[in-house]
């Protein structure tokens, strides 16, 4: 029982820590953190789940929330009804040859025997499809392009509720995740970290660069909400009549109460995920993960197939990234392709989960709220830090104003250090993984 | 050969040989780094590029402070001249960090993957202070002469439509290149220290059975990577410009040169840089000119740009290239270890 009453301790003080926000900045900014916090939680499930439970290193995480980023787009924003209207027919061949290619290259690949000669007709039929979809797809791009390139100048979307794109894009992560483990696992650990690092980079370069499908650097704005607009709550009756009840001002009890509407949204998400993972963890699935985890030698020889359960801890993690992946943008309302930093997205979630508890759910749940938090709060802090450190030097300090203006870059070096302190002195994380004995 | 096919070569010569001997050149530079610490301490090591990156910014300082005092080499870049005391600088925090991370882990006999996760960490803190230092901003530091042959001297010896510039940046990468991948192999195959290390690298156990001391290999070994490292950085800011970002994006192709040529191999580290360069450039450079050359008559015009992949992906490239060895030969084209 002494292990329950530190993490209620640990997530009260956590919760203390926004409360404290709250009181000192604004209940808008503790709110927005909080909201942070739920996402980078879940997605830090998802990596806990890759390498908590089996050991995998995923470096890629940044490029499977970008996915779900993409899936946002693609489900919630209204299509270009001009765009479709003149590259329409472009559009069909293009998914056509896309889908030939994609059947193509899967029945070659379930009907031959594993073997050389399987991989290059694979490939052949992949790149056939890449030059043929180049020859007739390219000019329909330009195109789509060309369609009012200063509001819109790509497809659209489906136009349908933007809760659909979260389950999307944990589906379209997974989908790469499979392609990308199903050549990486198996070999040394170290390929699975370099090819996913490759596979997130070029999903990135993808959604900066194509810009009939996701605008490019020109970035998609106004994604549609799941929850109601300041606006129009400032002008309903109900709305107004709980403010005047609660003696809180409209204007800025409307930004709140949406953020609390988002905050409810994810918090439900992070729950049903934390449920499902400690599920799976303690049912003989989770026991067989682990055995693998510890002992790949031995499982083998048990009969489990090392391989293919990495397959499946590797895909079911990225579904997870994706999900939170379209949280994120969907919380953002717009999906900005160059936010998409490595630091940002694949390496501070890393710091989470090996802070939090490797192999404990509720420990990358805490793991995602404690850097999150201090990530935000970090840049305050280090250029309150500088200010007093430069205090004693001149004003115009050519020194004094570098440091103060490098202050920012400071949460880089921060988040370094926390990793290799947790790592050294407790690898096992906040709260550690429990012994199922 | 018709002037039209020469042309045609020397176009190619221009926009994708010579640029890709040079990226080829620095890209080995860092894949030795890579696979010497594979080799020896047998971990991927992610903070590479980073360290490439402080290593760079070490020159850089020194460059900016030789050319405030009036210190030059005349046409070459100063930097050539700040780079060894940049090497010093930058070994000695790659021994920092050996002394604070990593050996801990090495007495642990930790899991290769509990490395790879340090490097990580390592990684930040170089990023970090890199950006704290000099800023996250472009920094162009080369000076002295620009062009070995300008194109326009080239058209004017030969005659011919097209000229080839060599850039003095590129001859540097090259001759470098060349001096240090001999002097490094001297090292490892006539030394005593470099023999110990070759050992320690082919079976550990055993080296330290025959009386091998580790931590000097290791001490060695953390030298030399800090100084392929600083050269390949310099090198390559030399020869485009010095970004912090892009020395982390470099990380890709240079484990892809490290993959390709077996991890652990130095000679196949210098082979897989080539052969990554080559195909990153071969593949995003726009043919359409050099078809127009190759094919006589107007009738057959090529249209589009010729495109392969737009430069924008070419960190697929390393990427493809890096699967297909992987489907084929896991072990590298000079089988290096794999298991």
């Known amino acids: 029982m002494k292990g329950s009453i530190r993490n209620i301790f640990y997530f009260s003080v956590m919760a203390g820590l926004i409360v ?3 009181q000192l900045q604004s209940w808008n900014v503790a709110l927005s953190i909080l909201n942070l916090c739920l996402i980078s939680s879940i997605m830090a499930l998802g990596v806990n789940i890759q390498w908590g439970y089996a050991g995998l290193f995923n470096v890629g ?104 794109a979260w389950p999307v894009g944990g589906l379209l992560a997974g989908a790469v995740a499979w392609i990308v483990g199903k050549v990486t696992l198996g070999l040394r650990s170290d390929y699975l970290a370099i090819a996913t690092l490759g596979i997130s980079e070029i999903i990135v370069a993808v959604l900066k660069h194509e810009d009939w ?57 992070l729950l049903l995920v934390l449920w499902l993972s400690e599920k799976a963890l303690r049912s003989p699935w989770g026991r067989m993960m682990r055995a693998i985890r510890d002992n790949e030698v031995s499982a083998n020889a048990m009969g489990k197939d ?24 969907t919380l953002d309302g717009q999906l900005t392709p160059s936010s998409y930093q490595p630091l940002r997205f694949t390496f501070l979630i890393w710091v989470m989960v090996i802070v939090g508890g490797s192999g404990n759910n509720w420990g990358a749940v805490l793991g995602g709220f404690v850097i999150w938090f201090f990530w935000i709060e970090a840049e305050p802090l280090g250029l309150w830090l500088m200010n007093f450190l430069t205090s004693g030097m001149a004003a115009d300090n050519a020194l004094r104003l570098h440091l103060i203006e490098s202050a920012a870059h400071m949460r880089l070096m921060t988040m370094g250090i926390i990793l290799l302190l947790a790592l050294r002195f407790s690898p096992r994380g906040l709260i550690p993984e429990r012994n199922h004995q | 050969m018709t002037e039209e096919t020469l042309n045609a070569l020397a176009l190619l010569s221009n926009f994708v040989l010579v640029p890709a001997v040079a990226y080829g050149s620095q890209l080995a530079l860092g894949a030795l780094g890579v696979t010497l610490v594979y080799g020896i301490l047998r971990f991927s090591n992610f903070a590479h590029g980073d360290t490439m990156a402080f290593g760079t910014m070490f020159t850089i300082l020194f460059t900016w ?33 050996d002394k604070f991370v990593y050996r801990f882990y090495r007495q642990q006999r930790a899991d290769p993957v509990i490395f790879v996760i340090a490097s990580v960490g390592v990684m930040f803190v170089m990023n970090g202070l890199v950006r704290f230092i000099i800023g996250p901003n472009d920094q162009n530091f080369a000076d002295g002469e620009r062009f070995i042959i300008k194109a326009r001297e080239f058209k004017q010896m030969t005659g011919l439509a097209e000229g080839i510039s060599i850039k003095v940046s590129q001859g540097i990468t090259v001759i470098t ?49 800090a100084a392929l490292a600083t050269i390949a950085g310099t090198l390559y800011g030399l020869d485009k410009s010095f970004k912090p970002f892009t020395y982390f994006q470099l990380l890709l192709p240079v484990f892809a040169a490290a993959i390709v040529g077996g991890l652990g191999n130095p000679l ?72």
């Open chain 1, 20 to 22: 404290l926000v709250g």
């Open chain 1, 61 to 164: 995480v940044m490029g499977f929330a970008a996915l779900g980023g993409l899936a946002a787009v693609i489900i919630a924003m209204p299509p270009v009804r001009e765009a479709w209207a003149v590259a329409g027919s472009g559009v069909a061949v293009g998914i056509g040859i896309f889908l030939a290619t994609s059947i193509a290259a899967l029945l070659v690949y379930r009907k031959l025997r594993k073997g050389p000669l399987r991989t290059v007709l694979v490939m052949l039929i992949v790149i056939l499809g890449y030059v043929l979809l180049r020859i007739y797809f390219d000019p329909t791009t330009k195109v789509i392009e060309k369609v009012n390139p200063a509001s819109t100048g790509y497809l659209g979307g489906l136009g349908l509720p933007v809760l659909l």
């Open chain 1, 213 to 269: 499908l996701s605008r490019g650097v020109k970035n998609v704005n106004g994604l549609p909400r799941p929850v109601p607009y300041e606006v129009g709550l400032q002008n309903a009756q109900w709305f107004l009549s709980l403010c005047e009840r609660l003696g809180a001002d409209p204007v800025t009890f409307s930004s709140i109460f949406v953020k609390l509407c988002y905050a409810v949204l994810f918090a439900s998400v």
């Open chain 1, 306 to 329: 090392v391989t293919a359960r990495h397959l499946q801890v590797f895909v079911l993690g990225s579904i997870v990234v994706g999900i939170a992946g379209a949280m994120l943008t």
């Open chain 2, 65 to 97: 402070w030789f050319q405030s005092m009036g210190l030059s080499l005349g046409p070459l870049p100063t930097a050539l001249l700040a780079l060894p005391f940049a090497i010093v600088l930058c070994a000695l925090f790659a021994l920092l960090t």
């Open chain 2, 177 to 225: 290149m060349i001096v240090v991948v001999a002097a490094l192999f001297w090292f490892l195959n006539k030394t005593r220290t470099g023999k110990s290390m070759r050992a320690y690298s082919d079976n550990e156990d055993l080296a330290l059975l025959s009386g091998i001391n580790p931590d000097r290999v290791v001490m060695v070994t953390w030298i030399l990577a």
């Open chain 2, 268 to 339: 196949g580290a210098i082979a897989g840089g080539f052969v990554v360069a080559f195909s990153e450039i071969s593949v995003t450079y726009a043919y359409k000119k050099f078809a127009n050359y190759m094919v006589p008559g107007d009738d057959w015009k090529a249209d589009g740009l010729m495109q392969l992949l737009s430069t924008n992906y070419k960190f697929a490239v390393s990427f493809l290239i890096l699967l297909l060895v992987l489907l084929f030969r896991p072990t590298g084209i000079f089988a290096g270890k794999s298991a």
